[in-house]
């Protein structure tokens, strides 16, 4: 509970940077109702982190201070638009043309993951798959159903503003399933055809 007390803090920490821009540890102090010293140890974590950068200040009057500012991993953190670009570049692709990038994209994932699954059993190639994909952002939930039969649930899609109107994305990410387990792999719902999750049924090839 004190760990995650603390995350949130410093999520209201980051936020506030991101939109008043440079904050003093006093500002951010008055903002959040603690003391100095408790956002000091805020401050220091999340610049060995690599969140934060200090600037010194001088003053007309008293000592210099540190402003904080965040740096490009703490940008990260925050919601990106970048589908709104995908979407514009697909829209200028012919359908034979988006295919063949989705499948590009499905070769290069599977050459990516693939070392990861050599010499593994079926059950350690699932974990490592929900792995893969929790990593991703997918927020999977994975359950035995069945003695050697197994359902891996997508709670998220980063790409689903994609996969919506590009289903190829969706057909894809099958095959690569596939692939990588080596297994037999159903679809029952999908988040891009109005489902409220991705559910993949896996047993091993008969």
Do not use: W
């Amino acid at each position: 509970m004190e760990h995650e007390t603390e995350q949130s803090t410093r999520s209201v920490i980051l936020t506030s940077i991101k939109t008043h821009g440079e904050r003093s540890v006093a500002d951010l102090a008055e903002e959040l109702g603690v003391t100095e010293m408790a956002v000091r140890r805020h401050m220091h974590v999340m610049e060995r982190d690599g969140l934060v950068q200090p600037r010194l200040v001088r003053r007309p009057m008293g000592r210099p201070m540190n402003v904080y500012s965040l740096t490009a991993a703490a940008d990260e953190l925050f919601p990106k638009k970048y589908q709104h670009l995908a979407l514009d570049l697909l829209e200028e692709l012919d359908e034979e043309d988006v295919s063949r990038l989705f499948e590009k994209r499905q070769s290069k994932l599977y050459q990516r993951y693939e070392e990861r699954m050599r010499g593994k059993s079926l059950p350690e190639r699932v974990k490592e798959l929900a792995d893969i994909q929790n990593a991703g952002g997918y927020m999977v939930r994975l359950q035995e159903t069945a003695p050697g039969q197994y359902e891996l649930c997508e709670h998220n899609c980063p790409i689903a503003q994609v996969a919506g109107p590009y289903q190829q994305a969706c057909a894809c990410e099958l095959d690569l399933f596939r692939q990588l387990l080596q297994a037999e792999v159903d679809r029952t719902e999908c988040l891009a055809k109005g489902g409220s999750k991705c559910v993949y049924r896996i047993q091993a090839s008969c």
